[in-house]
């Protein structure tokens, strides 16, 4: 899904949600982005990383946990 930060104040049309300005909107309709972009509602997608060994890297808490 991809991300776009909100550059201004809307509405969807469609899904009535409000989106204030600094909050994400996610979509997968690249065409719906491309309009809202141009009406100056959206800014640039925000490319996310595709490694996704990089996600859940690290320990738990509870691995480091001493158990009697």
Not at 1 to 7: A, D, G, I, L, N
Not at 20 to 37: C, W
Request: aromatic fraction near 12%.
């Amino acid at each position: 899904m991809k991300q776009y930060p909100v550059v201004n104040d809307f509405i969807d049309r469609f899904t009535k949600e409000y989106y204030p300005k600094g909050s994400m909107y996610f979509t997968n309709d690249v065409e719906r982005a491309e309009e809202l972009q141009s009406k100056g509602f959206l800014g640039e997608e925000i490319k996310q990383s595709t490694n996704k060994r990089e996600k859940g890297k690290g320990k738990s808490a509870d691995e480091n946990r001493k158990t009697e």
